[in-house]
């Protein structure tokens, strides 16, 4: 059974910056796709950055020059490193894993960033 856990979420001034980790465990070593979703209050979940396992990368146009996704094979840890923080990106955000086609989606429990000055 898979397992995904965030952490780095917080409190930080508009202009700031967090780096948001997922560790994967359950025995899954290679995803067929990784990647960062968030949801705000009154708003449906939506993709934020993705990452599949041949290391193509897509980012929703609002975090364009940004956020970076990144992972560590060696630890099956994902990253994204969000710079320049505003207001807009206030969200709970969640990690989400794929082994591979067919096999369900797994999600973690969610890690709240806040932006306010």
């Known amino acids: 059974q898979v397992q995904l856990e965030e952490s780095g979420g917080g409190l930080v001034q508009p202009g700031g910056s967090l780096r948001l980790t997922c560790a994967a465990s359950g025995g899954v070593y290679m995803f067929d796709n990784q990647g960062w979703y968030r949801q705000a209050p009154g708003k449906q979940r939506e993709l934020v950055a993705s990452?599949?396992?041949?290391?193509?990368?897509n980012y929703a146009d609002s975090v364009k020059g940004r956020f970076t996704i990144s992972r560590d094979n060696g630890r099956n840890t994902v990253f994204l490193q969000m710079n320049d923080l505003q207001p807009e990106d206030t969200a709970t955000y969640f990690c989400?894993?794929?082994?591979?086609?067919?096999?369900?989606?797994?999600w973690g429990p969610g890690t709240q960033v806040t932006v306010s000055s």
């Open positions: 990452l599949t396992r041949y290391g193509d990368t």
């Open positions: 989400h894993a794929k082994p591979s086609p067919g096999t369900p989606d797994y």
